[in-house]
């Protein structure tokens, strides 16, 4: 089946430990993002990337680092000088960057540190 | 700058009552309009957009959206609830002016709602 898919989908983080969430595509889309989810708010983008090779920083990169070698993966790395880690993250894509292009998004990950 | 507003973060409504979740944006030039749907510990879930044209729009599981220019509102409805319709509801907004900015979508933060049997 076409689609998203994130893991680990629970992922616990010890104080001072980088932690990487994979997300992988396989519906031919350009365009991938991470957003991060709080309780009470809505979705806050972290990272973009249009095409591969290539990435933009979102609303609250700091923290986070992503890298785009393949059109389909898009891994996000939380790092230790993110002080407040623990959300769900969501993977999502799309066919590019046009306005009008629907964003898709996978089942999320349980970001957790302990 | 895009904004979104959800003023209500809960909506209750009995199984088989119409539904309404309300939506308005703000953008500076014209919009493209989003509405997804979250269930627990789920990702979001892609229910229907305008982007031009005819101002309701029809999307998936009976949901329909209504587009009002001059009232700069979203809000997505539904004829008869049905209690699988709980669930977490987004609206969101792009500029269409930001063509070439991926970055540029813009979520509300959230409406709760909730059927009743």
């Known amino acids: 089946d076409g689609g998203i898919t994130q893991s680990p989908k629970y992922l616990f983080r010890k104080e001072g430990q980088n932690v990487t969430l994979s997300c992988e595509q396989n519906?031919?889309?350009?365009?991938m993002y991470w957003y991060r989810q709080d309780p009470g708010q809505g979705l806050r983008l972290i990272y973009y990337?249009?095409?591969?090779?290539?990435?933009q920083k979102g609303d609250i990169a700091e923290g986070y680092s992503v890298s785009r070698e393949k059109k389909e993966s898009f891994p996000l790395t939380v790092t230790s000088a993110q002080k407040n880690p623990t959300a769900f993250y969501l993977c999502?894509?799309?066919?590019?960057?046009?306005?009008?292009?629907?964003?898709?998004f996978g089942e999320g990950s349980w970001l957790t540190v302990v | 700058a895009q904004s979104v507003a959800q003023p209500e973060d809960q909506v209750n409504v009995a199984e088989g009552n119409p539904l309404t979740v309300k939506c308005t944006y703000s953008?500076?030039?014209?919009?493209?309009l989003f509405w997804y749907v979250q269930y627990p510990n789920r990702g979001l879930q892609f229910l229907l957009k305008?982007?031009?044209?005819?101002?309701l729009v029809k999307g998936s599981y009976g949901f329909e959206a209504e587009f009002n220019k001059s009232q700069t509102s979203f809000h997505l409805k539904k004829p008869s609830a049905l209690v699988s319709d709980s669930a977490l509801y987004f609206c969101?907004?792009?500029?269409?002016?930001?063509?070439?900015?991926?970055?540029?979508?813009?979520f509300g933060s959230g409406t709760q709602l909730t059927v009743l049997p």
């Open positions: 969101a907004v792009r500029d269409k002016g930001n063509a070439g900015s991926a970055r540029q979508l813009t």
């Open positions: 999502a894509s799309s066919p590019g960057a046009v306005s009008g292009n629907t964003i898709y």
């Open positions: 953008v500076s030039g014209n919009p493209y």
């Open positions: 305008y982007i031009t044209g005819d101002n």
């Open positions: 990337s249009q095409i591969v090779n290539d990435f």
């Open positions: 519906l031919n889309h350009d365009a």
